[in-house]
């Protein structure tokens, strides 16, 4: 399957538990989204990389959030001290630089759960 | 107001119908317009997208964008049983990078 992948599909946490989730985006591609859906919304952008460049990170992303992409290949999110609010779908999403900004793919997302 | 407004249904209708989801939105610089399909416990899956205004085409899909409404809309013909998920709408302007997501619609289409 060459499409992008999200590893792990689903965590629960504790809340104070810090998680990392992991995406892989299809190859080739060189920017790569997170977004983070709530039940019975759409989702809402976090941040992007081009490359191992973070370019964009929305005021969503807190203090508690980081995300990296070290070698411009797979990314990572942490969320450190998890709380409740925390509960999300986590979606990644990745474009190729050959094709314009609107073609985001997505994977199938982590669902977290902080209890 | 939100920038991005759509109807979170449900909306049921029988199989082979015509189906008509919309979305309008407050922010006229946004500039591409696309169309997402998503399953439940699934990512969203793009269908459709269209660059200024105008009518896109693709199958049984048509998406059509008036700027001057601000106001997209996307039409299944022959709906299928299979059709049914959250169709989600989402929007961006010319040089970000980050879309724009309404709530998306449930779509039930009933056998």
């Known amino acids: 399957d060459t499409g992008v992948s999200q590893n792990p599909r689903h965590k629960i946490t504790k809340r104070g538990q810090n998680v990392t989730f992991r995406c892989d985006p299809i190859?080739?591609?060189?920017?790569l989204y997170w977004y983070r859906q709530t039940l019975g919304q759409g989702p809402e952008f976090l941040t992007y990389?081009?490359?191992?460049?973070?370019?964009?990170k929305s005021r969503l992303l807190s203090d508690r959030f980081s995300a990296e992409r070290p070698k411009g290949s797979f990314s990572t999110l942490e969320i450190q001290r998890t709380e409740q609010g925390d509960s999300a779908m986590y979606l990644c999403?990745?474009?190729?630089?050959?094709?314009?900004?609107?073609?985001?793919?997505f994977g199938p997302g982590t669902r977290l759960t902080v209890t | 107001q939100k920038e991005v407004e759509q109807d979170p249904g449900p909306l049921s209708v029988p199989e082979g119908a015509i189906v008509s989801l919309n979305c309008t939105y407050s922010?006229?610089?946004?500039?591409?317009f696309m169309w997402y399909r998503q399953y439940s416990r699934k990512g969203p899956e793009l269908l459709m997208y269209?660059?200024?205004?105008g009518n896109k085409e693709d199958g049984r899909f048509t998406a059509q964008v008036d700027k001057s409404s601000k106001y997209i809309s996307l039409f299944i013909r022959d709906s299928q049983p299979s059709d049914s998920a959250t169709y989600l709408c989402?929007?961006?302007?010319?040089?970000?990078?980050?879309?724009?997501f309404g709530t998306g619609t449930r779509l039930k289409v009933l056998a």
């Open positions: 989402a929007m961006s302007e010319s040089g970000t990078y980050k879309y724009i």
């Open positions: 269209t660059y200024s205004s």
């Open positions: 990389f081009q490359n191992e460049a973070q370019l964009e």
């Open positions: 999403a990745s474009s190729s630089p050959g094709t314009a900004l609107y073609e985001q793919y």
């Open positions: 190859s080739e591609h060189n920017r």
């Open positions: 922010n006229s610089a946004f500039q591409y």
